[in-house]
């Protein structure tokens, strides 16, 4: 199962890319290359949240891969980075705040395979955002930058569910 | 995309907070605050807004407790159109908010202060967080992702989705419950009520060697606030508000819709937290408590009889330490579970009469439930087109805030000495505000990752110390 996670707030601008994008791929699915379309895929499951919490670490462990989408802070508005979420990569392993609820990808990952034995090959997209005060429209940059990402995202999704897919 | 960019993620932190300490001449811990220090402004833009839409905004103001939102104002919204809704929708709104009661303090638990107690208030701060507990007591972290879940689950099914569920709405719910539905919730709830024993069981193991944070904790005289209801057991939908004082001594007991004859509101300039208090004592004097803690201490039994073993026990403690918020919350939760058990059993639970219809008939309107972290008051005032005029929300963590104030100087006090913040010392004075859960999700926003700052003044002003976390 692939699991593609948008998380953020959908009334603070920017903040809501995540949820934006992936609401959007699952309404309107990702045509692959041999026809299919990821809507049809069974093997994808669409998450729109507005904040990472520890619930996920269950079906996180059962994904064979998380694909995160995430607003971030940054120079360069509508700019989008991929990280691989990777066992190598180092991470400040501190709980992400006193008395503060959200989780981190890194932390879901972690926790998911120390109590469930199996952690997943996870991405992680962030896209820069501009503005993130209150409202529902993107920034320009972002809106610019939305046909890119929407287009990486939809290959990404094809790449990592090619394997599952019926041969035509 | 091979370039190495170092990324500051946005995250979903619950406002931006900061705590105050301040110094006398002689070095020692004179007075100190707990700042909220971002503005929502809820109350102002939902003017003009036609009433009908208040559930579904109001559930905006939160990610973490949008259901105790949505309940209050659904609440208020029956008022305005001064209807009396369904019982089966009773039924399941109750449903929905202990669902909510549940996956709440499993966070707030499991989550946010189970490191503390399993690891130590002294540990590294590297491990004194889930993903240790996770380590260190496998069991313990597990039980609280199962327990999150459940909780998730129910408000998803009843409501169609985990965050912001629109199924609660002014007059009911929108769809009744079906056997499909009941029956998976009721096979969920053997597998919790294990869980949530054998959580009470660990933690009455381990509570006992924090008898120095038991005694700092906020332990002091307040009157405590809840709602009740006539047979004196744990209420979270509906009933009558009641104050009592340390003694746990009736002070007094009004409908929910007269809150304001008791209850204002005094502001203070360095914190966008408002601080309610009692009237008849005056501001600060009027200082009172809500949430788990308050509620264990108002009922006179919890209703079901896992729960009301446990209250048994609760009561033989000192009721007037903040510390036994811990032990109040793992209780609710072996309540909301028995609770929703006997809930889904009623005989008309499946009923399909959900829903009252009614235009406004009414210019104000009044909702009071209990919301994981306390009392919640919404209150709304509307033109002859259903246009609301005024809103004013008082929200738990604000009830609380007096205390939580006293409580991080009690706490000062005790553990602060000399000119640096240590970590052990910045550790307790966070765990105290911990063990009330403050939300400050109703201020949730993307300025990235600061959600404290603790700032140590010297009787000038100036900034002796300071850390950011």
């Given at each position: 199962m692939i699991l593609v996670i948008g998380y953020g707030n959908s009334l603070c601008g920017d903040d809501g890319i995540g949820p934006y994008v992936v609401e959007w791929l699952a309404a309107n699915g990702a045509t692959l290359e041999n026809g299919a379309t990821v809507e049809h895929v069974e093997a994808v499951e669409y998450l729109v949240l507005r904040q990472l919490t520890p619930e996920l670490i269950e079906s996180i462990s059962f994904a064979q891969t998380v694909i995160f989408i995430d607003a971030a802070l940054g120079n360069r508005p509508g700019e989008f980075f991929l990280r691989e979420l990777s066992p190598a990569i180092p991470y400040n392993k501190e709980a992400p705040g006193a008395f503060s609820h959200f989780a981190s990808p890194i932390n879901l990952l972690e926790t998911a395979e120390s109590l469930y034995g199996r952690r997943p090959i996870a991405y992680l997209y962030s896209i820069t955002g501009l503005n993130f005060d209150l409202g529902s429209s993107f920034s320009a940059p972002v809106e610019a930058a939305l046909p890119q990402l929407l287009g990486k995202l939809k290959s990404r999704i094809a790449l990592c569910t090619s394997s599952a897919l019926p041969k035509r | 995309m091979s370039r190495e960019i170092v990324i500051d993620p946005v995250t979903r932190i619950e406002g931006h907070s900061k705590i105050t300490i301040q110094l006398d001449d002689t070095g020692n811990v004179q007075d100190a605050h707990f700042h909220v220090t971002q503005l929502r402004g809820f109350e102002k833009f939902v003017e003009g807004r036609p009433f009908q839409e208040m559930p579904s905004l109001m559930a905006r103001i939160c990610g973490i407790c949008p259901v105790s939102h949505l309940m209050a104002s659904s609440k208020a919204c029956d008022a305005l159109m001064r209807v009396n809704i369904p019982r089966p929708a009773v039924h399941l709104r109750r449903i929905m908010n202990l669902a909510q009661i549940v996956q709440s303090h499993a966070l707030s638990f499991f989550y946010l202060s189970s490191p503390d107690l399993l690891l130590g208030m002294d540990a590294p701060p590297e491990q004194r967080n889930l993903f240790g507990v996770a380590q260190a007591n496998p069991q313990l972290a597990l039980g609280g992702v199962q327990m999150r879940k459940f909780g998730q689950q129910i408000i998803e099914m009843l409501g169609g989705k985990r965050i912001h569920p629109g199924w609660v709405v002014p007059g009911g719910v929108s769809e009744p419950l079906s056997s499909d539905k009941r029956d998976a919730i009721l096979k969920m709830i053997p597998d919790v009520l294990t869980i949530a024993q054998n959580t009470l069981t660990w933690y009455k193991q381990v509570f006992e060697r924090y008898q120095e944070e038991i005694d700092s904790f906020a332990n002091f005289p307040s009157l405590f606030l809840a709602l009740v209801n006539d047979e004196e057991t744990l209420e979270m939908y509906d009933g009558k508000l009641r104050f009592i004082d340390s003694e746990m001594n009736l002070v007094t007991e009004i409908a929910a819709r007269d809150y304001e004859s008791v209850i204002a509101e005094a502001v203070e300039p360095s914190s966008y937290l408002k601080s309610p208090y009692f009237k008849p004592l005056g501001y600060p004097d009027g200082i009172y408590r809500v949430g788990p803690l308050a509620r264990l201490n108002i009922v006179q039994r919890c209703g079901t009889p896992l729960a009301d073993e446990e209250l048994v026990e609760f009561r033989k403690l000192d009721r007037n330490s903040s510390f036994h918020f811990h032990y109040a919350r793992l209780i609710e939760i072996l309540y909301s579970i028995e609770k929703i058990q006997q809930l889904l059993n009623e005989p008309d639970i499946l009923d399909t009469r959900i829903r009252a219809h009614a235009s406004p008939n009414r210019h104000h309107g009044i909702g009071v439930s209990e919301a994981p972290r306390g009392t919640l008051i919404h209150h709304y005032e509307i033109n002859d087109d259903g246009l609301i005029t005024r809103a004013n929300l008082i929200i738990a963590t604000g009830h609380n805030n007096l205390a939580m104030n006293r409580g991080v100087l009690q706490v000062a006090q005790r553990f602060i000495t000399g000119l640096q913040i240590t970590d052990g010392m910045l550790n307790r004075v966070e765990a105290v505000i911990r063990a009330f859960d403050p939300c400050l999700s109703c201020s949730?926003?993307?300025?990235?990752?600061?959600p404290l700052q603790i700032q140590l003044l010297a009787p000038d002003g100036a900034v002796i110390d300071e850390v950011k976390r």
């Open positions: - | 949730t926003h993307a300025i990235g990752q600061m």
